[in-house]
């Protein structure tokens, strides 16, 4: 039986091939609804992005909700340097004509675990956390209700990608990422330490592109826009598909490995705001509340993307 998720996201291009991935791998998972927050670009162009890619998967039954449009208490930090001013740069798609649902992101998630069985809905945030910290604050209830949280966010080893200390997703809202770590909730973590291993490469890119279809276009045009920066930053191969990991890993958790930490978000220095302090060695006695990830089997994670996109 699918696993059902709510899928909550900024896209974004590597936000669209996760959610393509999703919508692509019906038999094990149900896609129940995507919620926008603000992230990588504003509200307004990351509800239109999540039906760009409904629209182009063939999905335009999918219930998209706006959610929160700035974070809990910092100004929004944005990276239209990374992702181009749409969010969704490096593929030409229509503008999008279904319907954004009336529903608050946050009312959605709320009423979405309160309504169906308790364990049932895993939560997949891609981007900041503002909407699921608001949920968890608004209705404390839900923490129990839901099966668990998996996330992109954070690192270790990695250190941070918009400042020496802190990944981006994390940065942007660390007050509702605190919030988050501190419900209860199970959470699994896609870490930069995993997210940097699952490089693009041209012979990757190019197994997608050779797909030949509308979905495999696109997703190819994403990939070789958003692999730019990194190449440039990095000097890697390829760019790290940061979001897809947290789909990949519902699918295909055997793809992955790696520990059970306490993980705890630095909200007080400006030096080192967004911070996630990962105790992967365990030097203290904090309760471990993350399973955090660190490595992946890049090839197979590339071909379960490849294979979801060509049945789209």
């Given at each position: 039986?699918?696993?059902?998720?709510?899928?909550?996201?900024?896209?974004?291009?590597?936000?669209?091939?996760?959610?393509?991935?999703?919508?692509?791998?019906?038999?094990?998972?149900?896609?129940?609804?995507?919620?926008?927050?603000?992230?990588?670009?504003?509200?307004?162009?990351?509800?239109?992005?999540?039906?760009?890619?409904?629209?182009?998967?063939?999905?335009?039954?999918?219930?998209?909700?706006?959610?929160?449009?700035?974070?809990?208490?910092?100004?929004?930090?944005?990276?239209?340097?990374?992702h181009?001013?749409?969010?969704?740069?490096?593929?030409?798609?229509?503008?999008?004509?279904?319907?954004?649902?009336?529903?608050?992101?946050?009312?959605?998630?709320?009423?979405?675990?309160?309504?169906r069985?308790?364990?049932?809905?895993?939560?997949?945030?891609?981007?900041?956390?503002?909407?699921?910290?608001?949920?968890?604050?608004?209705?404390?209830?839900?923490?129990?209700?839901?099966?668990?949280?998996?996330?992109?966010?954070?690192?270790?080893?990695?250190g941070?990608?918009?400042?020496?200390a802190?990944?981006f997703?994390?940065?942007?809202?660390?007050?509702?990422?605190?919030?988050?770590?501190?419900?209860?909730?199970?959470?699994?973590?896609?870490?930069?330490?995993?997210?940097?291993?699952?490089?693009?490469?041209?012979?990757?890119?190019?197994?997608i592109?050779?797909?030949?279809?509308?979905?495999?276009?696109?997703?190819?045009?994403?990939?070789?826009?958003?692999?730019?920066?990194?190449?440039?930053?990095?000097?890697?191969?390829?760019?790290?598909?940061?979001d897809?990991?947290?789909?990949?890993?519902?699918?295909?958790?055997e793809?992955?490995?790696?520990?059970?930490?306490?993980?705890?978000?630095?909200?007080?220095?400006?030096?080192?705001?967004?911070m996630?302090?990962?105790d992967w060695?365990?030097?203290?006695?904090?309760?471990?509340?993350?399973?955090?990830?660190?490595?992946?089997?890049a090839?197979?994670?590339?071909?379960?993307?490849?294979?979801?996109?060509?049945?789209?």
């Amino acid at each position: 039986m699918p696993r059902s998720i709510i899928i909550d996201t900024d896209p974004g291009q590597d936000d669209a091939l996760a959610i393509l991935l999703a919508l692509g791998s019906p038999d094990a998972l149900e896609v129940i609804g995507i919620t926008a927050v603000a992230g990588n670009v504003p509200l307004a162009l990351t509800s239109r992005n999540v039906r760009v890619i409904c629209e182009l998967a063939g999905r335009r039954d999918i219930t998209v909700c706006a959610g929160a449009d700035r974070p809990l208490l910092r100004p929004l930090v944005t990276a239209e340097h990374v992702h181009g001013k749409t969010g969704l740069d490096g593929a030409d798609l229509p503008e999008p004509t279904m319907p954004l649902d009336p529903r608050h992101g946050v009312d959605f998630i709320i009423e979405t675990l309160m309504t169906r069985a308790a364990g049932t809905v895993t939560l997949c945030p891609l981007g900041p956390l503002t909407n699921i910290a608001m949920a968890l604050i608004r209705e404390p209830r839900i923490a129990s209700r839901i099966k668990e949280i998996v996330l992109m966010g954070g690192g270790c080893f990695e250190g941070g990608n918009i400042t020496p200390a802190a990944e981006f997703n994390i940065f942007v809202d660390p007050h509702a990422a605190k919030v988050v770590f501190g419900a209860g909730v199970p959470i699994t973590m896609m870490s930069l330490d995993v997210t940097h291993k699952a490089l693009t490469s041209r012979s990757r890119v190019a197994s997608i592109k050779a797909i030949g279809s509308k979905v495999s276009d696109a997703a190819a045009g994403w990939l070789d826009f958003f692999e730019r920066f990194d190449v440039q930053k990095y000097g890697s191969e390829g760019g790290p598909l940061h979001d897809p990991c947290v789909i990949a890993w519902l699918i295909r958790p055997e793809l992955f490995s790696g520990r059970r930490c306490n993980v705890e978000i630095e909200t007080v220095s400006e030096l080192t705001m967004g911070m996630t302090v990962i105790d992967w060695w365990g030097v203290t006695e904090r309760p471990k509340n993350a399973h955090v990830l660190g490595d992946v089997d890049a090839d197979g994670f590339f071909a379960l993307i490849a294979q979801a996109i060509s049945r789209l």
